[in-house]
């Protein structure tokens, strides 16, 4: 046995050889974002503020790698107090997520292994095989040293324990405030076959202006939302570097689920051969070679009702905006003017200042308050739409609809966010109705948790809630939101019969874009399926976006506060427009169960509610908890409301 291991080593070992001249030279790794085995992301420049950033090439099935893993755990162990980080990568064309974490747990391989499916990064960082190590100094993001970890594993033999410690010297160096020159060491590793992308033959008219067309051109075109518009070749040569920039993050396209879970509408994400036949274009200079420039047949957008001209042109009262400050939510009202009662299929929200509207929340209530002011969560009364770029208009599924009574009042919230220069904001909402009652209602219900706290310089801190349905529903989209620290994003179904099912994964989620992801197949679920929301907030130094890391940071409108909201819409199964039988005070109650309950076991307990709460049920507890079982459900606490 022993032999037959020696032989199944070195014939591994055969493959090693590593030309080192060939790269050299000093290498600056740019900027990129990659999802690991679990579809958590990681950008590499946000580790600025490490010591060295250590990246191990690994590969399913290779021995040599295997064999490695001890020593990289030992290398992680003594030095992560020192600041160096340490990943793994996956570059290989026959490994995929779902076989990288299966090698993962079965080989107890508990790194971070980036998942380098398109193998854009692999081919910057120039790797040819596994077992390499990378040692990045993020002072200046170059290539400090690259090659073996040790000499424990060499070529045709292995040893007991290494005599030399290649990479353990590089980041003594570092430690130390040197900066140690370049080196560069012969690694044994299994060869990682990269596909041959040559991006002079690629060609601009045939291959990449479609794919530009396709999930580009909705917003860079002319009068569009982006900041510029593809309308022509030399605008896209102008801009390759940052479009090579934005899509090696994952900034761009904007479009920030995780594409191993879920199927949705008008995915605008790329796939991973046009994201990297895109960039091997890019990085061969974005040649313009033969053939027409498709781009030049994109017609600018002239009209502003990209769904056709409105049944009804609602114009929200007009706000001045500061040129600087923080500015109070605002939530304008218009009376229904139809006179009528009316089936909402179909909105547009168009703001007046795009600049200047972070967002718009749409509802309408039956009842203006008394003093005629309305209130946060008036616009979820009955809930029609929310804009924010990317999310311009919104088409209800067919067959359904938001209704409008004749006597309602079109109730709207708007986050105002000054940038500089005072303007005045002049919001038009366009409406399209059904010509006959639809089948269905349609609804939404917010997953939220007020009671969010989370500590200064938490890097990684999750918030949690979740609304149970009562009745069969059909499921038709999701939206994630959260503000400057929101850092991911998960929705998860708890059937009744205790299995579960992610449903939706953002895993870096961008405060610049509030997405609403629609299923492809709408997901049935029975009464009692929870649906769980949780966000993860990063409220440390390093998160760039992060207005004061030594604030603890509670629920809050204002983008420096923090919320933890997702956006369910949803139908139930048996109810129809001819037999409502929505309770709002029902759903009401269900979300402060959701947000309360934090172990999720289905009841209150007194510790988990908020004080004044507790304070005010106080001996009255043993008559509302009618089942002495210790905490309030959802009927204990309905009949505690409704006295």
């Not at 290779?62 to 064999?67: L, P």
């Not at 396209?253 to 509408?265: A, F, S, Y």
């Amino acid at each position: 046995m022993i032999g037959l291991c020696s032989f199944r080593l070195s014939a591994l070992l055969l493959l090693t050889s590593l030309s080192i001249s060939a790269r050299a030279e000093l290498l600056t790794v740019n900027d990129f974002t990659l999802l690991d085995q679990h579809g958590e992301a990681h950008s590499l420049h946000y580790h600025r503020d490490a010591t060295a950033i250590v990246l191990i090439v690994q590969g399913n099935g290779c021995q040599i790698v295997r064999n490695m893993l001890p020593d990289y755990r030992a290398l992680r162990e003594d030095y992560a107090h020192q600041g160096v980080r340490v990943f793994m990568i996956n570059s290989n064309l026959q490994d995929e997520r779902n076989s990288i974490a299966e090698e993962a747990v079965k080989w107890d391989i508990d790194f971070p292994i980036l998942v380098d499916s398109s193998q854009a990064i692999g081919r910057s960082l120039k790797l040819t095989r596994t077992n390499e190590v990378i040692v990045i100094n993020p002072y200046d993001w170059r290539v400090v040293y690259r090659g073996a970890l040790n000499n424990r594993v060499a070529y045709e033999r292995q040893k007991t324990a290494a005599s030399e410690h290649y990479v353990r010297s590089v980041l003594d160096n570092m430690i130390a405030g040197e900066t140690p020159a370049y080196q560069e060491q012969q690694a044994p590793g299994c060869i990682i076959n990269f596909l041959e992308r040559d991006g002079e033959q690629i060609s601009y008219a045939d291959t990449v202006a479609p794919i530009l067309i396709d999930k580009c051109t909705a917003c860079h075109v002319e009068n569009g939302i982006a900041p510029w518009a593809m309308s022509e070749y030399r605008m896209v040569l102008g801009f390759a570097p940052m479009i090579s920039e934005v899509l090696r993050t994952r900034r761009m396209p904007p479009w920030h689920v995780d594409p191993e879970i879920g199927e949705w509408e008008h995915d605008a994400g790329l796939s991973v051969e046009e994201k990297a036949t895109v960039l091997a274009w890019l990085e061969a200079g974005a040649p313009r070679g033969e053939g027409p420039d498709p781009l030049l047949e994109i017609s600018p957008r002239l009209a502003d009702w990209t769904l056709g001209e409105p049944d009804l042109i609602l114009e929200v009262p007009a706000f001045d905006v500061p040129a600087t400050g923080t500015v109070d939510y605002q939530f304008p009202q218009v009376q229904n003017p139809l006179g009528r009662d009316a089936w909402v299929v179909a909105a547009t929200i168009i703001p007046g200042d795009q600049q200047a509207v972070h967002h718009v929340l749409m509802g309408t209530v039956n009842n203006l308050k008394a003093d005629g002011k309305a209130r946060e969560r008036d616009i979820f009364e009955n809930y029609i739409m929310g804009y924010a770029p990317g999310n311009e208009s919104a088409h209800m599924p067919s067959g359904t609809g938001v209704f409008v009574g004749k006597d309602a009042w079109y109730t709207f919230q708007m986050h105002y966010t000054p940038y500089g220069r005072a303007t005045t904001d002049r919001t038009r909402v366009g409406l399209y109705f059904a010509d006959e009652p639809p089948a269905k209602y349609f609804r939404q219900q917010v997953v939220v948790n007020p009671a969010i706290r989370i500590p200064p310089g938490a890097p990684a801190h999750e918030e949690k809630a979740y609304f149970e349905f009562e009745h069969d529903a059909i499921i038709y989209n999701l939206t994630p939101h959260a503000h400057y620290r929101g850092k991911s994003s998960t929705f998860e179904l708890v059937y009744p019969e205790g299995n579960k099912e992610v449903i939706l994964s953002v895993p870096d989620y961008d405060f610049n874009w509030q997405r609403t992801y629609s299923f492809v197949e709408p997901k049935t679920v029975p009464a009692g399926t929870r649906i769980v929301h949780r966000t993860v907030y990063d409220n440390s130094a390093k998160n760039p976006g992060n207005p004061n890391p030594k604030a603890e940071v509670l629920w809050g409108l204002q983008s420096e506060e923090e919320m933890l909201y997702g956006s369910v819409s949803y139908v139930w199964t048996d109810e129809s427009a001819n037999k409502p039988f929505h309770s709002k005070f029902s759903v009401d109650t269900a979300q402060y169960v959701g947000f309360m309950d934090q172990d999720m076991d289905g009841k209150i307990a007194r510790g988990e509610m908020p004080d004044r709460m507790r304070e005010k049920i106080g001996w009255k507890w043993w008559f509302v908890d009618k089942n002495w079982d210790g905490g309030l459900d959802q009927a204990e606490l309905e009949a505690m409301f409704s006295r």
